[in-house]
């Protein structure tokens, strides 16, 4: 390198150091929030009185939620896990501007686990709602919505116990349940706003309810073992286009899960033997599913043909059994294959009286017949060709595994 | 963070302006043994240390006089080699001959030393005094006799203290250089290991040898590094360091482009990878050039245990490296720019902790981290017997008192404590003490830009190393500029039989076969008998 431009660089060199001096001076601290100024949310609902909406927020106070109390500042007394501020405001953010009046604390959003909407507001429509998460930048899109018959503030209110942290307790809940039952499953912000500018237009969102009428809000009421207010996932709530339009309950639901492909775990109850007892006396683990729906032009109607297979494992049995007779064995196949027919069916009448594509019939049919759904949505006509769809549902599952016995107690007992 | 920026590879221009530059007179002895004692007694003062012994006044004949500084001979060998046979010698006693053949049968036969030198200046003489030489100056010559007695009292080789292996040699230099140049001979027994000395120092003369392998070493970088140390004026070199920063490139970078060790196996390793190693008398640091950054994660241990556990190792001292410098600051830029990047049960407990402290983040960590270096600065300082008093207070300071006193949060002491463990993981003290000054200036950068400003302060840095150079070596080499095949031996220690070539890393002039061995197909690699690639 020669003098020169040694020299060049060097000057170049300064003036980088120099306007990263005088940005980092300009910028002086604009983001720079301490963790003791910062409300941490952990859920909000949102309810809407006298044309104002009225927000909840639920703010995690970390001296009681963290294991070890915290250091210096652990001040004796049992305090809540979380505390709540309502808010009214005509627009969302002017109510969350207004808890600054009350709270300590900034409410920072990145840590949000749950919004529970009211059902009157979700009748209404949740666009704003939608663009508020979507445009916020510290507002997390992965949080699971929830509806609520009641206040949704109410929610917000109970006291849950094992997992002090409410918000985080209603997610684990929803995760546990669809892993484990799949009757339905959570649905985040971001799907919500992508199922609802889908082809269909719809979403299913879970109900999020209280057991009972009063809410369990003092941390000495939550110090009994068996609470009489429960927080408890409800039924499924539908949305068209961004506005409720009705319930199905959790059977319901469940065949929905069937039909979309949605099972990941869950627990079917048969009759083992229906020419003698009607009544469910067996139940199998349905451990692994698949479906697959495939749309068919039939002439006037689309025919969706949706093909259900499974593998099962057998959980409890009531009656005389010989597991290792095949012939029994494909008569409990039949009875659950049976059975889940019938949860698809109900289900299927349901999603056809409400009208909702919630099924997702609409992005198949689109990818698989492109040029007549073009011509569907000229004509705007999807509605009534969603009324005349036929479903065709087989279902197919095997039990591979019996557990630890071959053969069901009864039988031992008799022998 | 503006020294950063100064590129000075040229600063070791001699000063000649320098005013107590010593002006080379020579003075010649006399023919008179009287002139040249009382010239030489002049000389020195009134040392009590200087021992002048005439010998032969009585018999008149030979006149003559020993001069010696008591302490840097062994005082045995000139008795025995020198004055008993001065004294008992009947030629030179009764013998007619002239000043001229005396001086001669002394040299000759009388003195039993192997090493002797005629001296003709009054400043040789000095110098010849001052390492230990028994000076023999007779009446009618004006030349003296040097017989090299030196033998002073010397520390015994150790164990090194402060680059310790587990399993490697156990020998370290010592403050001799002539123990340093013999423990480097022992190990490179190749008639190509040369040694070059130096005096620097107009007060102190201290010896300087640099030892490298000639045909390996690259020639230019030899030339420079004896055009630097002849270049050097200065009164005094006390110890590695005085030699490191007069002689180092890199202007005011906060970079080490010098490795020093005291142990010879790291230097031999060194130079036969075509390092030079400079050994300096009166201390048992040697330096090693030219380094690059990544020398300074190399350590001896890694060639002697295995390639997988010396790999695993090597990762670990880098990600040691990167957490020393940035956790404080990472740890300050997310808790209070990047929330949303922490888990939620971390972020809460996070909160609660810090619900009772009265200080920023930022303020935190500087408090703590400064408590720290000033333990560390304290432990060094602390007389031996009083060491254990240190750590009680230490713990109590920088540990679970001061987080219910409610002073610091547990959590930073927790940063604090992993970021002075990682610190010490890096072998290389030069390049660890690097750090500890970057990390302050990395959290004043995380504290006012969050992430953005450490990711920033990193280009920044990144863009400074990769401008040094150690000795005309790019510092980041072999990453950058990259050669691939080079990096058998940077992030990982490939195995021995897999690096047959010597890396041109350290300016080795060629890059050659392992050894001149034949190639050892991989059947038979187990016998191979190689000799180098371990710096």
Redesign the interface.
Known sequence: MNKGS?KR??RG??AI?SF?LAT?GM???W??????E?G?V?GSAYDREDGQWVTTYQI?N??A??????????QGGPSPPFLTFTERGSTIMEAVARSNLTSTRQL?F??S?ITVINEKVAREGIAQLLDLFLRKP?A?ETVNVFLSERRAGDILNQLMQITK?QG?GIQLMIQQESELTSYYQGIKMFELSMALSSESHCAAIPEIKLTNREIINKIQEAESTDLPTRIALGRLGILKKDRFIGWMSDREAFGLSFMTDKINSAIIPFTSDPEHNEKLDASANLMDSKTIVRPVWEGDHFVMDIDVKGNAMLLELKGKADLSKPAEVSKFERNIEQNILEYINRSWRTVKKLGADVTMFAPLIHRAFPKRWEHIEKEGNWDTVFQEIEIRPRVSISIDRFGLSSKSYKSVEQD | ??PL?T?NNSKKAPKNDQPDRAVPVSRPLSHSLEANLLELQQGVGKSSDVVFRRIGQITDKFPLALVYINGLVNSDKVNQAILQPLTESTDLKEKEMTAEAAFNLIQDQIVKVSDMAELKTFETLQASLFEGNTVILTEGMNRALAADTAGWEKRSITEPSSHGVIRGPKESFTEDLRTGTALLRRRIKSPDLRVEEYKIGQRTQTSIAIVYLKGIADEEVLAELRRRLNGINTDRVLGSNYIEELIGDGGLTPFPTIQNTERPDAIAGGVLEGQIGILIDGTPFSLLAPSVFFNFFQSVEDYNQRFDISSFLRIIRYLSFFVSMMLPALYIAI???H??MVP??L???????????PF??LIEALMMELTFDVLREAGVRMPRAIGPAISIVGALVLGQAA?????V??AMVIVVSFTAICNFVIPAQTMANVIRLLRFLMML?A????LF?IM?FLI?LLIHMAGLHSFGVPYLKPVAPMTPRYLKDIFIRAPHWMMKTRPKIAAAQETQKQSSVPEVKPADRSSQHKEDDSP
Do not use: W
């Open positions: 040694r660089s060097r060199l300064l150091l990263s980092a910028t002086a601290c983001d720079n929030r301490e963790l003791n910062l941490i952990s995690i970390p001296s939620t963290s294991s070890q109390g915290g250091g210096g500042g652990g920072y990145a840590h686990r510290d997390s942290n985080t | 963070m503006k920026f590129f808790t209070t720019f929330q949303e939620t049960t972020l809460v407990s996070l909160a609660a902790q810090r619900e009772g402290v920023p983040a987080v219910q006193a409610g002073l949060s547990a950068i504290g006012i830009l969050g400003g920033s920044v």
